[in-house]
């Protein structure tokens, strides 16, 4: 096939005859389907302008339904009619053209007021005055320069190609240009085109021009003002205040004088646009094929909304012909005109301002013309740039550590569903036979194409026969099956790798199950998140999707340059306690925990000791370290700073150090990262799937939990925390108070008084909520399991068990305490002004012992701002994100390194200014110096 | 300038601007074998093009700090 570019796009205004020339038939009959249950002729479901009905037969074109595109159809309008799309042109060429010649205004060059010079003008003689006028304008007569007398106040002077028209205007002469001002113009709009420029900003000097000339250069009419009456009405005032509408007819009228050579001009096309066509005389009626009606359950049918709406024309059109007919009065007429015009209107769009929207019989809005174009659904948006696509699935995603980070857990029931085409060849006949052979039981296929084009559904009944039929050049839809790529994606699709290529593994059940590793990329959990699956259908995409798209080339994340995939909650948890190391593991309690996990060499056990059985030997164990180790990379050296100490690997072994969330986690990750750049992606991969079967399987064994009982604090540390803690901090709080009160507070530079007094308050009782979670955490001990998720980075953070187990702490509106309420106190349970913690806000309670009255109410307060911004904040970044897409979307990085936009203009001469990949870097440095030092002298060089 | 006016390109914030002559600006569209309306544009009413007196179809070399790269060459053709 030629491939052909689009040179230009051109719109235009279809004429009245354009539209009686398209037209398959006219429309006359407001009535839709007769009493024997077929279209009415001449009705607005016509048989002429398109099937909708299976069996019927096109009258135009004699297609049935689906192969007739449907016909155009139209309506004669009684009374010609404003389109309210163009009102708004209609009104500023209106005021642009003369009203008597329709000829566009143009404004003086200049004008002087003398006798003498239209004494001369008369003789036909330019005389020197008028010559030296014109030389000062700039714009010199040459000698041969002629005039003519067209009436008593017009003379026409013509000079070789100029032409001026010179005329008497309140008593002074006026001198206008005829031809240069209006080839300049032309010239201008032309050169715009040519540069595919806009050609509104000449149009609209041409407009801002004309509308300020009050009389008509060609035939001497003083212009009246036009007022636009939004939306289709306008208005003619006169000198003398008086007003007179401009009924649609009369406006056409106007705008048909415009000559053709003026309406250049306008920058438009008068072979395509002329203006009066912005008045309607004939209305399109769109096929019936565009606005199908549907038949309901009752069997009673239920019309489109346009449908309806022409129906409304149709009424209003014939009963205006009928009264006119009938000679009503002008009164009645002109209602019935407004009407039509309402009807016409609220047609092409139900959103005009002022302008109630036409409404269906239940009270709902209809649906017209503008309103399937708009916004979010409609055609452009929600038909054209985006559509509902076959070969997905989509249901409620459960974990399952089992299954690789690359892979997806799909039900049974899916798989049946979803196919892949095989085209059938020499070398998969037989396997593809055989799933034939299974029909529709899983691993079968759901539909067979002959090499006639003919697809057969595959049944109970015919799978052993078609089984047996199947041949090369036939394909097979067959069921998916494990091994199969497929794209998986969460909403929102906010960064690349909200939509990931995984491996398909059919699993009973009805969710999607995946590794949990693979959540933090697309930001998944489970408490009810559903997500897209999407089965690939051709060799190309699926070699696209195994290259690029694959879990395993995702694991570093290109916006901050370390890996995004990676262990979260149990999973650090578990290795943190597992490495932490006190614990001994005989051989099979290493077996034990490595279950699963590809590794035959357990090394050299770490020593012996006692048997814990209690027979008396001595047994070989290993510690939690060297388990660690063992899914290591043979020869891995790394040395970082934990979250609690300094990790230390050598040759593949954990030296010293615990793992953590900076070790293994999403996010940080520095062993994964490292792996990842060392060994590659399938190795990175190997790694985060051992990590997450070793780490569930010892948590699994030793056991985690943590419950209500675990917030506890001993009698004496609450004592501590309420005398220590929140008593002293009031305490303070109560004596800057007094030392404002007392005037003896001093104020913090660049700080009013009351700022300081409240900011002295903030930071005490920040420091109090601190002070108690620092007693609190002593009380807790590093063994309690919040801290121990805390500490390692698995879930929560110390503020959270501080607030859960000593106290809660100020709550603050805009970062400042609570103030808002009654005026000088926030609640009647206090005195007015009274400045203290406790009527501002602070909880001194903990969640565990439960918040008094007030303090609930003021942790609702505070927890309403939160919930208020999340809000605000994802719809304005959602929009933000939408702008940038749009702004960004063409741009691409050339080999030259040079960011181009589609048409090869130079967006920035280097990439990021230093043609750095952010995901080759670490953590959004080019490169990290202090590692390829240590690289280079050798990793037995310490820190 | 007017007398007691401040310079605008003395400012710390405002990059170094400088025209280039003709053999630069050849080398430069050689070596990315673009055409002059291929560059970034930069308007003639911007204050720093007033100030150096670049005229329509220059090529004004822009020197600026760079957070990534810590130096930055980029080029811009005058325009209307």
């Known amino acids: 096939m030629r491939t052909k570019r689009i040179k230009g796009i051109k719109f235009g205004l279809l004429s009245p005859k354009e539209i009686r020339k398209m037209s398959a038939a006219k429309i006359v009959t407001a009535d839709t389907y007769g009493e024997d249950g077929f279209p009415m002729e001449m009705g607005l479901v016509n048989q002429r302008i398109g099937v909708i009905d299976p069996g019927l037969r096109c009258k135009t074109c004699g297609g049935r339904m689906g192969e007739c595109p449907g016909h155009f159809g139209h309506i004669e309008l009684a009374a010609p009619v404003i389109h309210v799309g163009y009102a708004k042109l209609i009104y500023r060429m209106l005021s642009a053209t003369c009203r008597k010649c329709g000829r566009v205004l143009q404004g003086c060059l200049f004008s002087v007021t003398d006798a003498e010079i239209e004494r001369e003008l008369n003789k036909r003689v330019i005389s020197e005055k008028l010559r030296n006028a014109f030389k000062t304008k700039a714009y010199p007569l040459s000698s041969n320069a002629d005039v003519t007398k067209e009436k008593d106040d017009k003379w026409v002077i013509t000079d070789d190609k100029e032409k001026f028209i010179i005329r008497i205007v309140d008593g002074k002469l006026n001198i206008y240009d005829a031809v240069k001002v209006r080839k300049r113009i032309l010239e201008e709009i032309e050169e715009q085109k040519k540069k595919q420029a806009n050609v509104g900003e000449v149009v609209k000097q041409v407009f801002k021009e004309a509308a300020k000339t009050d009389v008509c250069m060609y035939c001497g009419e003083r212009q009246k003002v036009i007022k636009y009456d939004k939306p289709t009405a306008y208005v003619e005032i006169d000198e003398e205040e008086k007003k007179r509408r401009l009924m649609p007819t009369d406006v056409r009228e106007r705008l048909e004088r415009i000559p053709d050579e003026d309406i250049a001009l306008f920058g438009m096309d008068p072979k395509s646009a002329r203006p009066e066509w912005m008045v309607l005389m004939v209305l399109p009626v769109p096929p019936v094929t565009a606005r199908p009606s549907i038949t309901l359950e009752s069997g009673q049918r239920s019309e489109d909304d346009l449908t309806h709406k022409l129906v409304d024309i149709i009424r209003i059109n014939q009963r205006f012909m009928e009264n006119r007919d009938a000679g009503a009065p002008q009164l009645i007429i002109e209602d019935l005109w407004e009407l039509l015009q309402y009807h016409v209107s609220t047609y092409f769009d139900n959103e005009i301002p002022r302008l109630p929207p036409a409404r269906h019989r239940s009270g709902r809005p209809l649906k017209t013309m503008t309103q399937r174009l708009k916004g979010k659904e409609g055609r452009f948006r929600g038909s054209l740039s985006g559509k509902r696509v076959n070969f997905s699935a989509r249901t409620v995603i459960s974990p399952n550590p089992d299954i690789d980070i690359d892979e997806v857990g799909v039900p049974e029931e899916i798989a049946k569903e979803l196919t892949i085409t095989v085209n059938v060849t020499e070398r998969n006949l037989k396997p593809i036979k055989a799933t034939v052979r299974r029909g529709r039981k899983h691993p079968g296929a759901n539909y067979v194409r002959r090499p006639d084009g003919k697809k057969v559904k595959v049944t109970e009944i015919n799978y052993e026969a078609l089984a047996d039929e199947v041949d090369i050049g036939w394909a097979v839809e067959r069921h998916i099956r494990d091994g199969d790529i497929v794209l998986f994606n969460r909403q929102p699709s906010l960064h690349r790798m909200s939509i990931m290529a995984h491996y398909v593994r059919v699993m009973p059940g009805k969710t999607f199950r995946l590794n949990p590793a693979v959540c933090p990329p697309y930001n998944a959990d489970y408490d009810g998140d559903e997500m897209n699956l999407h089965v690939l259908q051709t060799e190309e995409a699926r070699a696209e999707a195994k290259i690029l798209m694959a879990v395993p080339q995702n694991i570093i994340s290109p916006r901050f340059g370390r890996p995004i995939i990676g262990g979260i909650h149990d999973y650090v948890t578990g290795l943190f306690l597992l490495t932490r190391g006190e614990k001994k593991f005989e051989r099979e309690e290493v077996l034990g925990v490595l279950r699963n996990i590809d590794i035959d060499d357990l090394g050299e056990p770490a020593g012996t000791f006692k048997s814990p059985s209690g027979i008396d030997i001595e047994v070989p164990y290993w510690t939690g370290k060297q388990i660690f180790g063992m899914i290591l990379p043979k020869g891995l050296n790394l040395q970082f700073r934990g979250k609690i100490d300094d990790v230390i690997i050598r040759e593949g072994e954990l030296v010293s150090g615990v793992i953590d969330e900076m070790a293994i986690g999403s996010f940080k990750g520095r062993i994964i990262d490292r792996i990842f750049r060392q060994y590659g992606e399938e190795e990175a991969k190997r790694f985060i799937k051992d990590v997450s079967r070793l780490a569930i399987n010892y948590i699994l064994q030793a056991g985690f939990s943590f419950g209500i009982s675990d917030e506890d604090i001993p009698r004496e540390g609450k004592e501590q925390i309420r005398e220590e803690a929140v008593h002293e901090a009031e305490k303070k709080v109560d004596e800057l108070i007094r030392a404002y009160e007392a005037e003896e507070l001093e104020a913090l530079p660049g700080r009013a008084l009351e700022e300081t007094l409240e900011l002295l308050i903030m930071q005490e009782l920040g420091r109090a909520r601190d002070d108690a979670g620092d007693i609190a955490e002593k009380y807790l001990g590093i063994e309690n399991a919040g801290v121990l998720m805390a500490k390692s980075g698995a879930r929560g953070s110390i503020l959270n068990l501080t607030q859960m187990a000593a106290c809660v702490g100020q709550q603050s509106v805009r970062g400042e305490r609570i103030k808002r309420g009654y005026q000088g106190r926030t609640l009647p349970h206090f005195k007015p002004d009274d400045r203290s913690a406790n009527a501002h806000g602070f909880v001194r309670s903990s969640f565990k012992d439960g918040l008094s009255p007030t303090e609930y109410f003021f942790h609702a307060v505070g927890g309403r701002e939160a919930l208020v911004d999340t809000a605000v904040r994802t719809s304005q970044s959602g929009y933000f994100q939408r702008r940038l897409i749009n702004a960004l979307q063409d741009l691409e990085v050339k080999n030259d390194g040079t960011v181009r936009e589609t048409r090869d203009t130079i967006v920035q001469l280097k990439y990021g200014e230093d043609s750095a990949d952010p995901s080759k870097g670490d953590y959004g440095k080019v490169i990290d110096i202090d590692e390829v030092i240590r690289e280079a002298v050798g990793a037995e060089v310490g820190t | ?80």
């Open chain 2, 1 to 80: 300038m007017k007398k007691g006016k401040i310079s605008i390109l003395k400012h710390e914030l405002v990059s170094k601007h400088e025209i280039i002559g003709e053999g630069e600006v050849k080398g430069l569209l050689n070596k990315y074998k673009i055409k002059k309306e291929q560059l970034p544009k930069i308007k003639s009413s911007d204050p720093v093009i007033k100030e150096i007196k670049a005229e329509v179809g220059d090529i004004v070399k822009i020197t600026r700090r760079s957070r990534t790269a810590g130096k930055f060459l980029s080029y811009r053709l005058v325009i209307e």
